[in-house]
């Protein structure tokens, strides 16, 4: 059985050329671990989102930078959505954050 490789690129525009770099080399994936209904007694400041966008405002966040919110699983599986920071998503989103490069 031939091996696929999973890994994908994006390329940025030089002023000559395109350079080719992995997702991977720039951003780390991470999943939460909020379930909706942790969050029923909390309120505050900080958004927090789910497969459908935003869900209510709590009093913690986990994400202090903007990221890439990608849904997990259920009817929107794979849709993005480009996140503001001191926010936070529930366990049916995972996230890519940008490593400091």
């Not at 890994?7 to 951003?27: A, P, T, V």
């Not at 497969?51 to 997990?72: C, F, P, R, T």
């Not at 993005?80 to 529930?90: C, H, N, R, W, Y």
């Amino acid at each position: 059985m031939k091996s696929i490789d999973k890994s994908w690129e994006i390329g940025f525009k030089g002023e000559e050329r395109m350079e080719k770099i992995r997702l991977g080399d720039i951003c780390i994936k991470q999943s939460s671990k909020f379930a909706q209904k942790d969050l029923e007694k909390l309120e505050g400041g900080y958004p927090v989102y789910g497969a459908s966008g935003l869900i209510k405002k709590i009093n913690v966040y986990h994400q202090d930078k903007e990221y890439v919110a990608i849904v997990k699983d259920g009817a929107g599986i794979g849709r993005t959505m480009f996140l503001p920071a001191k926010s936070s998503v529930i366990g049916t989103l995972q996230y890519l954050s940008l490593i400091h490069i």
